[in-house]
């Protein structure tokens, strides 16, 4: 007896006899900060010394949407959850590695991300990952080092490589401001105004958006020149590094401030951009709306995002680590049985010793269990070994997983074997009643040409998710 192979959140897989697929190492979960400061009453603080948004060439995302969740959330489907948020330091955002390294993805990337958050837009509309435009090129200047080089037709993903690489602001970075701004990563109906003000850049508060910035070119460079600017730029020096700082709840100025002691410069350029903190309802409301006129949400969001997409963010967020690659192997030895782990030592003897497997590449990314556990906002997937099959049997399905280790012999229980997204790039998963075996892959291009060319194979759906 095997466990049912078209359950809709299992896989298995033949592997070597005695290798131990997925390998995982524990990290401990250690929160960073407290959950947030503790809110001053508006009478408590003189207000007269501290900028406003309309103050100033702030020319940053400032605008009232900061102070209302919007629709973004719910393009998630329910996926995000408010844990993200356990650990937030209001005085530190994001590292500054985080936030002033490029070349954290490639175009290829940025494009199979894209790809993963929206699988259908809907009719009539052109989302993210379909979205081309023909750019213009922008030369050197104080903020931005490099060449922005035009050309026609440039996709979103080439956009925001283009821009990450000649300001130095990371491709992650950028991703995520598009997405708490106007929801554009996720969004399957977007209209051409949010293209338009993609980045909220140039829209401050009382005021009609700046339409010298529209497009979504200009958004997107004009937003990471900004934020390398606040690190340079002398002007910018009402939220010291180092030093406590007043920062508002909410653009109304009667909901008061609270303390910051703000730890870097990426913080601070956050501040700059979005000078509103999150309070205690916005951060007990996760991605959602807090019945809290005084919330705010758009540094709140830019924690939440950047920590559920990539991992922590090095500051403020969840101190859950980034996911891991999943390396891959294929043997013919072992009729067409392929291995995955996400142990590299594992991996790299398997590649140097054992000529059974060849190796395939990483094919996609993973949580390690901490302690036997994943955390809130991501999937336990439930690993199972077999003698008598010599292969390894994983499921996502708590339900099947117990039916398994109660009425199933022939299948010994291994623990968690990793922690896979509820959202993200789709983990394609196939059955072949020729070979006996599961086959999964994050590759769309390749599952679509085995759907259409290798009868061998019967196409399941999606497994599970991949950041």
Known sequence: MRPNSRSTTSFRTRTLVGV????????????????????VPPQAVDLTDIPTPDQGDYEGSTGEHEANPGDYAATQEGQLHADTLKGFDPGYLISDAKMYTSGTMSVAQIQRFLDGKVPRCQSGYTCLKDFAQTTRTKAPNSYCSGTYKGASRESAAAIISKASKACGVSEKVLL??????????????????????????????????????????????????????????????????????????????????????????????????????????????????????????????????????????????????????????????????????????????????????????????????????????TVAIHRFWSSKFESHFFTSNAAEAKTVRETDRNWSYEGTGFCAATSGTPVYRFWSETFGKHFYTANQSEANTIRRTDRNWSFEGTAFYTP
């Open 176 to 377: 995520v401001v598009l997405q708490k701004e106007q929801g554009l990563v996720t969004h399957t109906w977007p209209s051409d105004w949010r293209y338009r003000i993609a980045m909220g850049y140039g829209c401050p508060d009382g005021a009609a958006c700046d339409s010298q910035y529209f497009g979504f070119q200009n958004q997107v460079y004009m937003a990471a020149k900004q934020l390398k600017r606040y690190t340079k730029d002398s002007s910018f020096n009402w939220y010291p590094v180092g030093k406590t700082s007043q920062v508002r709840w909410h653009p109304n100025a009667s909901c008061g401030s609270g303390p910051v002691t703000i730890r870097n410069n990426a913080t601070a350029a956050l501040y700059y951009y979005t000078p509103y903190q999150p309070n205690r309802a916005a951060l007990a409301a996760g991605y959602g709306a807090a019945n809290d006129a005084c919330a705010s949400y758009g540094n709140r969001n830019f924690v939440n995002y950047y920590t559920d997409w990539f991992g922590g963010s090095g500051g403020g967020g969840s101190s859950q680590p980034a996911p891991v690659s999943v390396h891959r192997f294929w043997s013919s030895t072992f009729d067409n049985a392929h291995f995955y782990t996400t142990n590299a030592s594992e991996a790299s003897k398997l590649r140097t010793s054992d000529r059974n497997w060849k190796y395939e590449g990483t094919d996609f990314r993973a949580w390690q269990a901490s302690n036997g556990s994943c955390r809130a906002g």
């Open 20 to 39: 131990a697929a997925i390998a995982m190492v524990m990290a401990a979960f250690v929160p960073q900060a407290a959950l947030a400061e503790t809110e």
